[in-house]
């Protein structure tokens, strides 16, 4: 016999084409306002300047009103859908958000809610009409999910996932899929199939990652409401950068069944899925609206814990708050210092108790934490990359291969480090107990949005997933030049806050948005939303104006 023929690997570049090409020809259905070629850095406000009045006045509703008006007829499916499509579009020319535009599908469900409404008289669910983002791994049947790798191009999505399942019987609309990066593992959003997802407040800068397209999306009004995930800081992160709302939840309550991940099926670092939003309201209503679905009768691994609307808080003493005005290990640049200053002063004017945290060990909970990432040794990325020819990107190359804490592990290896995960969460449970706070304030990362290529730093982020507690993000302020300089003093507590020093940049950083993050302990979700509504109400949160 012959010998037979191999078929030549098809050069990644081409796929990345193909990827890039089809993506268009999904924008290229509905024919959007066309964005200038030569782009300011700031675009945030080009989208009022493209666009239809009502189309402007639709997207730049919050979802709660939004919904008020969908489930009571007085908008229509069609006409919201329609918006956010003509906005997702223009927002992919001005930042390189999006993986796909859904117009055929997302109009054709919008019309069987706006028939159902005529026929019923009352809305299909909770969420009628409303369009929803999805970031790109998470399954829609018959779609691509490439989790960032160009070897991935060909997976086709057989069946929704669990999370998207039960979106859809609550009446929502999926509109847009967004860009995620290589490996789904940086704080910023960048692959070769796509190339980079930018900030809307400075292209210079990155929108955050690894939800890093739905932040721009959102923050663009391209979307009120989105899915990210997060393992490190992937909803956190860009929600920060991009000044909007996102939350980390509790591991175990929202479904995870039905999205492509390298990890899948390790319980070493959970991996949550979680809400990016315009509105604080808009994580809550999404929350709601899943857990009283009861996932857990169809997905096992959830915990059985009904939302809970009435949180009470306590009544009889001040809430107290601690704040962790820096980590031990890398000292925030000086907008997120002001800004914590300023909440931290305005909650303690308006009655809430204050009271300095100290970090536990923080450092030792990257030691864990990125040892326990890829306990393979990074071999199944190499691999996956490897099939297609792809290059590393910068930051896969910086969390895997310059990693020294990413070791293929032993059983017994493995074994050592969940015991040092499950030890430190038992001390943490400690030291939180001995200070008696109800959540604790924080930075979310170490400067505003930074650089590209340069988010190395997870800490402020990544410590909340080591010890499965949630964390909430929301705009506070923006960056100041005037107020915001480093006063000449500096003591460096490590390299890592030598390295972060340097990337400090006030001109760059002008304008940009300052969020703050929201801590809770495990299950707290609903206790922390809560507490940031009453914070919010209190304070007047945010204290400049977002679009």
Same mark, same amino acid.
């Given at each position: 016999?012959?010998?037979?023929?191999?078929?030549?690997?098809?050069?990644?570049?081409?796929?990345?084409?193909?990827?890039?090409?089809?993506?268009?020809?999904?924008?290229?259905?509905?024919?959007?306002?066309?964005?200038?070629?030569?782009?300011?850095?700031?675009?945030?406000?080009?989208?009022?300047?493209?666009?239809?009045?009502?189309?402007?006045?639709?997207?730049?509703?919050?979802?709660?009103?939004?919904?008020?008006?969908?489930?009571?007829?007085?908008?229509?499916?069609?006409?919201?859908?329609?918006?956010?499509?003509?906005?997702?579009?223009?927002?992919?020319?001005?930042?390189?958000?999006?993986?796909?535009?859904?117009?055929?599908?997302?109009?054709?469900?919008?019309?069987?809610?706006?028939?159902?409404?005529?026929?019923?008289?009352?809305?299909?669910?909770?969420?009628?009409?409303?369009?929803?983002?999805?970031?790109?791994?998470?399954?829609?049947?018959?779609?691509?999910?490439?989790?960032?790798?160009?070897?991935?191009?060909?997976?086709?999505?057989?069946?929704?996932?669990?999370?998207?399942?039960?979106?859809?019987?609550?009446?929502?609309?999926?509109?847009?899929?967004?860009?995620?990066?290589?490996?789904?593992?940086?704080?910023?959003?960048?692959?070769?199939?796509?190339?980079?997802?930018?900030?809307?407040?400075?292209?210079?800068?990155?929108?955050?990652?690894?939800?890093?397209?739905?932040?721009?999306?959102?923050?663009?009004?391209?979307?009120?409401?989105?899915?990210?995930?997060?393992?490190?800081?992937?909803?956190?992160?860009?929600?920060?950068?991009?000044?909007?709302?996102?939350?980390?939840?509790?591991?175990?309550?929202?479904?995870?069944?039905?999205?492509?991940?390298?990890?899948?099926?390790?319980?070493?670092?959970?991996?949550?899925?979680?809400?990016?939003?315009?509105?604080?309201?808009?994580?809550?209503?999404?929350?709601?609206?899943?857990?009283?679905?009861?996932?857990?009768?169809?997905?096992?691994?959830?915990?059985?814990?009904?939302?809970?609307?009435?949180?009470?808080?306590?009544?009889?003493?001040?809430?107290?708050?601690?704040?962790?005005?820096?980590?031990?290990?890398?000292?925030?640049?000086?907008?997120?210092?002001?800004?914590?200053?300023?909440?931290?002063?305005?909650?303690?004017?308006?009655?809430?108790?204050?009271?300095?945290?100290?970090?536990?060990?923080?450092?030792?909970?990257?030691?864990?934490?990125?040892?326990?990432?890829?306990? #393979?040794?990074?071999?199944?990325?190499?691999?996956?990359?490897?099939?297609?020819?792809?290059?590393?990107?910068?930051?896969?190359?910086?969390?895997?291969? #310059?990693?020294?804490?990413?070791?293929?592990?032993?059983?017994?290896?493995?074994?050592?480090?969940?015991?040092?995960?499950?030890?430190?969460?038992?001390?943490?449970?400690?030291?939180?107990?001995?200070?008696?706070?109800?959540?604790?304030?924080?930075?979310?990362?170490?400067?505003?949005?930074?650089?590209?290529?340069?988010?190395?730093?997870?800490?402020?982020?990544?410590?909340?997933?080591?010890?499965?507690?949630?964390?909430?993000?929301?705009?506070?302020?923006?960056?100041?030049?005037?107020?915001?300089?480093?006063?000449?003093?500096?003591?460096?507590?490590?390299?890592?806050?030598?390295?972060?020093?340097?990337?400090?940049?006030?001109?760059?950083?002008?304008?940009?948005?300052?969020?703050?993050?929201?801590?809770?302990?495990?299950?707290? #979700?609903?206790?922390?939303?809560?507490?940031?509504?009453?914070?919010?109400?209190?304070?007047?949160?945010?204290?400049?104006?977002?679009?």
């Amino acid at each position: 016999m012959p010998p037979s023929k191999s078929t030549p690997k098809r050069p990644w570049q081409d796929i990345a084409k193909e990827a890039q090409t089809y993506r268009d020809s999904t924008i290229a259905q509905i024919s959007p306002p066309s964005v200038p070629s030569k782009l300011p850095k700031n675009v945030i406000s080009i989208p009022a300047t493209l666009l239809h009045p009502s189309v402007l006045s639709i997207t730049t509703t919050p979802p709660e009103e939004l919904l008020l008006s969908l489930t009571t007829g007085k908008r229509s499916s069609v006409e919201v859908t329609n918006a956010f499509i003509q906005r997702a579009a223009v927002a992919q020319g001005l930042v390189n958000c999006l993986t796909e535009l859904l117009p055929s599908l997302a109009m054709e469900r919008a019309r069987e809610l706006d028939a159902y409404y005529q026929t019923h008289g009352k809305p299909i669910g909770p969420l009628h009409g409303l369009p929803i983002s999805v970031k790109e791994h998470i399954g829609l049947e018959g779609l691509r999910c490439t989790t960032g790798y160009v070897s991935h191009w060909e997976n086709i999505c057989k069946e929704d996932a669990h999370i998207i399942q039960l979106l859809y019987k609550a009446g929502a609309v999926f509109h847009a899929r967004t860009t995620i990066p290589q490996t789904m593992m940086h704080l910023e959003t960048d692959s070769n199939l796509y190339g980079v997802t930018v900030n809307p407040y400075n292209s210079n800068l990155t929108s955050g990652g690894s939800s890093g397209g739905e932040g721009a999306l959102i923050s663009l009004r391209g979307s009120c409401l989105g899915i990210g995930s997060d393992v490190g800081g992937s909803i956190r992160s860009p929600a920060a950068n991009c000044g909007i709302y996102g939350l980390k939840p509790t591991a175990f309550r929202i479904p995870t069944d039905g999205y492509g991940y390298m990890m899948a099926g390790a319980d070493t670092v959970e991996s949550v899925l979680g809400p990016l939003s315009t509105s604080l309201s808009g994580l809550k209503i999404f929350m709601k609206t899943i857990i009283n679905t009861q996932p857990w009768l169809n997905e096992p691994a959830l915990i059985p814990i009904p939302w809970c609307d009435d949180i009470q808080l306590p009544s009889d003493r001040p809430l107290r708050i601690g704040v962790i005005w820096h980590d031990g290990v890398v000292r925030p640049h000086p907008p997120i210092t002001r800004a914590m200053k300023l909440v931290a002063s305005r909650m303690k004017d308006s009655g809430i108790e204050i009271i300095d945290f100290t970090p536990h060990l923080h450092d030792e909970a990257w030691a864990i934490l990125s040892s326990l990432y890829f306990t #393979d040794g990074g071999a199944s990325e190499a691999e996956t990359m490897e099939a297609s020819g792809e290059p590393w990107r910068d930051l896969s190359k910086w969390i895997i291969k #310059d990693n020294a804490c990413v070791k293929k592990l032993s059983v017994g290896e493995l074994s050592y480090w969940l015991e040092e995960r499950e030890a430190y969460r038992k001390e943490y449970a400690l030291h939180w107990n001995r200070l008696g706070v109800d959540a604790v304030l924080c930075p979310v990362g170490p400067g505003v949005a930074p650089k590209h290529n340069t988010a190395k730093y997870w800490g402020y982020t990544s410590q909340w997933n080591l010890l499965d507690y949630p964390g909430v993000v929301f705009p506070v302020c923006k960056v100041d030049k005037e107020k915001d300089i480093d006063g000449g003093v500096f003591e460096s507590m490590s390299g890592l806050d030598d390295e972060n020093w340097a990337l400090y940049d006030p001109e760059e950083v002008y304008g940009l948005p300052v969020s703050l993050q929201l801590v809770g302990r495990r299950f707290e #979700d609903e206790k922390i939303l809560s507490i940031l509504e009453e914070v919010t109400e209190k304070i007047g949160l945010p204290f400049d104006e977002f679009p």
